[in-house]
């Protein structure tokens, strides 16, 4: 199956910094998804992201799909913005299946 | 806006009991995905549904089942509970199966005693 591998593991970042989270994969794929999971576990999305540019905020991310990653940024970061964060890809024969990354543990101090 | 309706939020059960989880879809969305969080790990799709269908199956035991009814809400039943099913428990759903944002729900956390 699809493989999706993302980095760094682990963030800790001050309040106002900025930061690029990535998302690599291992075949094409139909659908590419960002979640933030709040330390409450609730997955929020953040981004429908197959291909291309979108920004929302202080938040915005690219996806090359040629070149078989996403990234996303994060800008003036909050405190609020703690948790994990979660690429997720829906491989071209997976009919919405969604195949997962390991997450970016963010940790933000005031 | 409306979004994915999960019960119960939060479930405690004996092993080798029973449980089911429900799930009601965003308004107007006719594809129902189910997925299992374990702790410290990242979600694993479980189940999905298409029109009332079931459309494709991941590492589901075969002790869960699973079906989506004609108001398009979906139930997760579970039995023979095991310790090891102690986990959050994801439904999303999506407007239609292929290529479509997936908007999760918050999710039931299941404590298998």
């Known amino acids: 199956g699809i493989q999706v591998e993302q980095s760094p593991p682990d963030l800790i970042l001050q309040e106002g910094a900025n930061s690029t989270l990535r998302c690599n994969f291992s075949?094409?794929?139909?659908?590419l998804q960002w979640f933030h999971q709040n330390p409450w576990g609730q997955l929020i999305n953040l981004f429908y992201i197959p291909s291309g540019t979108k920004q929302n905020g202080r938040l915005s991310a690219t996806t090359v799909a040629t070149e078989r990653y996403s990234l996303l940024y994060i800008s003036s970061s909050q405190t609020t913005d703690s948790g994990v964060y979660f690429c997720?890809?829906?491989?071209?024969?997976?009919?919405?299946?969604?195949?997962f990354g390991a997450g970016t543990q963010v940790v933000v101090t005031p | 806006a409306a979004g994915v309706i999960q019960s119960p939020r939060h479930l405690i059960k004996e092993k080798r009991e029973t449980a089911t989880l429900k799930c009601y879809p965003i308004?107007?969305?006719?594809?129902v995905y189910w997925y299992q969080q374990g702790p410290g790990q990242d979600p694993q799709f479980l189940i999905s549904?298409?029109?009332?269908?079931?459309?494709d199956k991941g590492s589901i035991p075969d002790r869960f089942s699973a079906q989506q009814f004609s108001d398009y809400h979906s139930e997760l039943n579970m039995s023979s509970l095991e310790l090891g099913d102690s986990a959050l428990y994801f439904c999303a759903s999506s407007e239609d199966r292929l290529q479509e944002t997936q908007y999760f729900g918050p999710g039931t956390r299941l404590l298998v005693l």
């Open positions: 997720a890809v829906e491989a071209t024969d997976s009919w919405g299946k969604l195949q």
């Open positions: 075949d094409s794929v139909n659908n």
């Open positions: 549904f298409y029109e009332k269908m079931q459309s």
């Open positions: 308004p107007r969305h006719d594809t």
